[in-house]
């Protein structure tokens, strides 16, 4: 095929100039650009990351920052990615505008900014223990919000007014669903008995027997039987206070109200105040004489259980105090190698201390005990501080 003459010229023409404005060599006016113009051409409104190593910027990593990758015009095979530059009036911001959007302005930096709001939990009714006062911080008494039943001496009486007194640490508002729930009754304080001897008279001082009963729940019959055949002395006798807790281990706080509400009530020897118990209630009386160092004139735990942790840790706490301990050998429930080895602590810490090995005994052996007036006078022989 034949072009005519002018044809040619005109597409000879043109693709001069497609060619000159791709390689940026002429400009407007027609004049030649500089050399290098185009690899420092200003994109108005973008940012140019040009690519001189591999290891700079790739394809994949200009695609994640939302640019565009475009070739280099006038350097085969180099590209550079173009960013969409936020202008400066958007990306600037005053503390007057991060107040009025609820930001927060910070000094240093000079930016703002914004706490993520969370929607809000909702949340359900809160179970608290059957009992509505509050005890005391730390270990400072509670007072019994009830009052007393008419004391009888040489009978039990049962004090039941600190079972209204929770030990609960569970926080909520005046807005919160409240549900009083009887299942965490042992969160609350303890109910217990005291006996009077006969002939009790207001105007003496008498001494104090804190009896902590073993097991997980107290057994009223055998612990009745057993406190009534405590030996006594005609011319010594004394208070015999027996609490009943519902948690696995005695609690030093709430054993601590019951004393002290004792002691409110009836003519008590601050200085001859005893504390005892068996299994459950013997490690129970290493814890609580722990917890209160200054409080007891002698101690007796019998069989002291081991469960559910060591009692060992306590010697050092309790050994100031006169100790009469007792333990069989054959004993398949509460651990006699641990009361062996607490003794045998308590002894090299210098304690005064009376430890009786019941070869073959097993779990038991209480009522002996009690009953045995010289293990009584024993413990009824020592004052506090002497």
């Not at 190593?53 to 200009?62: F, K, V």
């Not at 207001?202 to 107290?218: A, I, K, M, R, T």
Request: aromatic content about 10%; proline content about 6%; charged content about 25%.
């Amino acid at each position: 095929m034949i072009v005519p003459k002018i044809v040619r010229s005109a597409l000879f023409t043109t693709l001069i100039f497609v060619s000159a404005a791709l390689a940026g060599c002429v400009g407007e006016d027609g004049t030649e650009s500089p050399e290098d113009s185009t690899s420092e051409m200003n994109l108005e409104g973008h940012d140019r990351v040009e690519t001189e190593e591999a290891d700079e910027i790739t394809q994949e990593d200009c695609g994640e920052r939302g640019g565009i990758w475009e070739e280099t015009p006038d350097r085969e095979g180099e590209f550079y990615c173009v960013v969409e530059e936020e202008s400066s009036e958007d990306s600037e911001i005053t503390q007057e505008d991060c107040d009025e959007r609820g930001g927060t302005w910070d000094e240093q930096i000079g930016d703002c900014s914004f706490s993520e709001e969370r929607p809000e939990e909702e949340s359900g009714p809160i179970y608290i223990p059957p009992c509505n006062t509050m005890a005391s911080e730390g270990m400072n008494p509670t007072s019994n919000p009830l009052d007393w039943p008419e004391i009888q001496t040489g009978q039990w009486v049962s004090v039941e007014g600190l079972t209204d007194v929770s030990y609960a640490s569970i926080e909520y508002s005046n807005d919160s669903e409240i549900i009083f729930d009887d299942r965490l009754d042992w969160m609350c304080g303890y109910t217990y008995s005291v006996k009077v001897p006969g002939g009790y008279n207001s105007s003496n001082e008498y001494p104090v027997f804190l009896f902590l009963h073993g097991q997980l729940l107290d057994s009223v019959f055998f612990n009745n039987m057993l406190t009534n055949n405590f030996y006594m002395p005609e011319d010594d006798k004394y208070i015999i206070v027996r609490p009943s807790k519902l948690e696995s281990d005695w609690n030093p706080k709430k054993a601590l109200d019951v004393l002290e509400d004792v002691k409110s009530h009836l003519s008590v020897d601050d200085d001859r105040v005893y504390l005892t118990g068996l299994s459950m209630g013997g490690r129970g009386t290493f814890i609580v004489a722990a917890a209160l160092p200054d409080y007891f004139a002698a101690i007796m735990p019998l069989t002291p259980h081991h469960e559910p942790y060591s009692y060992l840790p306590l010697a050092e706490d309790v050994a100031h105090l006169p100790i009469w301990m007792s333990h069989g050998t054959a004993d398949s429930t509460s651990s006699y190698e641990m009361a062996a080895q607490m003794a045998e602590n308590l002894t090299e810490l210098g304690a005064e201390i009376e430890f009786e090995t019941v070869v073959d005994g097993e779990h038991g052996g209480w009522y002996t005990i009690y009953t045995d007036p010289v293990a009584m006078q024993w413990i009824l022989s020592h004052v506090r501080g002497q």
